[in-house]
């Protein structure tokens, strides 16, 4: 028997000297309805079930019947507790809708990163889609335009290839809404720019969050100007000198951060793959390219190299709920592709070198770096803007 809210409290109460079984582990359980708490089942308390080890409070009980009640009126099937029997794993709710499987996790509590990624792989090799959803009283109120996700929201950050955009939808039981964070665009490694929208409940068509197109204005590109400055800054005061990897590179290289071009640390679309900022993991190519001088240097190359960094714990990727394994290859081959579009580098057939004759590609003293900057961006501010919103 599963609660779905069809029977009342009274209902359930002549029901509850029945014998009711676990479907994870076949124990008994026991039906209890009060007065304050939503009916459930519950193990007695020396049972270990490890499909029942996370306790649910009242809250995730109740979201996950409202989104059952949603679901089962558009679903071919929608059924509260999915197990899963051939990889062991149980969904808060199991829908199967034209043809698709899919499986809904409401997450109020805390999960490892590792549980995360393992339950999400297990849904998709086994053919079935994970939808998390993350409960909105959980996140963190938003500054005007912008807002701080932890490492454990971000896991719930997803990913519209048609919209080349990253979004996080949330659901809010108290209001019976979804709330979805557009236009996310990283600030740093847990601040990001955004924008949200509320829809209610019955106002959404499963599977679809409505999505709105991300556009890129002089605006956001100000406030990432600034925060490549506050980087900047605060890289060249907290610098771990020759144990900093990035320091260490650029000191073997014969140059430093204050002659940083300003081609290194323009926004990608697809930058909230990596954690660090742009101007940060843009150093690492920079270096690559320079040490390059006239040679070619493969995408191949330079996404392995990229790899490296990341095995040695100078960069690492997000944890969110794309995962596909090309997501650094995104980010590189779109910052090459703006790069080229700029003059700084060249494609030729064996891979990218470096235009050296173009005027932006060095600075050679410290005191030509805010003319540079202020030149740079009066010359091409439009095509990155005509670049990113292609």
Known sequence: MFLDGSKTR???????????????????????????????????????????????????????????KWLKNSAEQ???????????????IGVRLRGKDYAI?????????????K??????SNNVVPVWLLSHDVLKKP??????????????????PSLKQFFLVSYDHVHQSFSTLHYLIPLSSSAFLSSNSSFPLTHVEFPHFSLQPLFYSEKELNILKEQRKRWLKSRLVYGKGCVDGLLSLLYQQGTNLQVLPPWVGVPVRHSLFIKEPDAEWQCYLYLL????????????????????????????LRQIQFRTPGRLLMAVTEYLNILQKIGIVERQQKGYTLCWEHPYVSIDQVLDIKRTEEQFWMQYQNLLLETLNK
Do not use: W
């Open 105 to 117: 996790e409401f997450q109020r509590s805390r999960i490892a990163p590792r549980d995360f990624i």
């Open 143 to 160: 500054l005007k335009n912008k807002i701080s996700l932890s490492s454990f929201h971000q896991q719930f950050i997803r990913y519209s």
């Open 10 to 68: 009274d209902e359930l109460r002549e029901l509850q000297n029945n014998m009711y079984f676990c479907p994870q582990c076949s124990d008994n359980v026991i039906l209890k309805v009060g007065d304050l708490k939503i009916p459930h089942f519950s193990h007695k308390a020396s049972n270990t079930c490890k499909g029942f080890s996370e306790p649910e409070s009242p809250e995730h009980l109740e979201a996950k019947l409202q989104l059952y």
């Open 78 to 92: 929608a059924e509260v507790e999915k197990i899963y029997p051939d990889f062991n794993q149980r969904a808060d």
């Open 289 to 316: 390219l320079m040490e390059s001088e006239e040679k070619s240097l493969t995408l191949n190359d330079m996404v392995k190299k990229m790899n490296d960094y990341i095995d040695l714990g100078y960069l690492s």
């Open 119 to 124: 339950r999400t792989e297990e849904y998709t």
